[in-house]
């Protein structure tokens, strides 16, 4: 069993529609960072959390630390929000950084005009 | 303040050939971390890098692979005798410390192996 599991897979949503991507961890962690992946172009990092809720734009991320779980919400999705989302934890025991990261296999969404 | 540069963003090599890729962290980050992105699998974690310091290799492979980052200039990652298997994405970060601060990625080196 992976570290990481990321629910969905694949993701396809017709615009507007209200997206949630689902995480979930198995080790303790320091941080949890969501990343955004275009096909065949670099990583953005969208959030990085350790508690309660971060809001950006149309994007929310909340996390339960109890229940080692994140959510990634997409409000009002647009065509341009297509790309593989990740989900990545730093572990307590990373020596202090929270870059040692565990990457969760991503999820691929798909928004449709 | 351009953001994380990584050069050069496509690279073929033959078997055998050595691989350099690089990787300019934002102005002002002495903090460099260095991904791997298989084909078909997900990132993992390689090294981890402070200035003239490898502070974490724990994810490097034990032969054929190098890294750092001098005073001066960029963070290399440097893969000698390159195989097939080390076709991948390669991805740095950088952040003005370690810890809780935020990290920026790069576009990523895409090596090819023929």
């Known amino acids: 069993k992976n570290e990481v599991e990321q629910s969905p897979q694949n993701l396809t949503a017709q615009e507007g529609e209200f997206i949630t991507i689902n995480c979930s961890y198995s080790v303790g962690i320091s941080a949890l960072h969501w990343l955004q992946q275009h096909p065949g172009g670099g990583i953005v990092s969208l959030f990085m959390l350790s508690s309660g809720k971060k809001k950006h734009g149309r994007l929310i991320a909340t996390i339960n630390i109890q229940e080692k779980h994140s959510s990634l919400h997409i409000t009002a999705s647009h065509p341009r929000d297509s790309a593989v989302y990740i989900c990545?934890?730093?572990?307590?025991?990373?020596?202090?950084?929270?870059?040692?990261?565990?990457f969760g296999k991503g999820t691929l969404l798909t928004v449709n005009p | 303040n351009a953001g994380v540069m990584q050069n050069p963003r496509h690279l073929v090599r033959r078997r055998g050939q050595e691989a350099r890729l690089r990787c300019s962290p934002m102005k002002g980050h002495s903090h460099v971390y260095w991904y791997r992105q298989l084909p078909e699998e997900g990132l993992k974690f390689m090294v981890y890098l402070q200035k003239e310091n490898i502070i974490d290799e724990s994810g490097m492979p034990k032969e054929r692979f190098s890294a750092e980052f001098p005073k001066e200039g960029p963070s290399i990652l440097r893969i000698q005798q390159v195989v097939r298997g080390d076709s991948a994405a390669y991805f740095c970060a950088s952040s003005q410390q370690g810890g809780s601060t935020e990290a920026f990625f790069g576009q990523g080196t895409r090596l090819t192996v023929v």
């Open positions: 990545a934890v730093g572990g307590a025991n990373s020596g202090g950084s929270n870059y040692k990261l565990t």
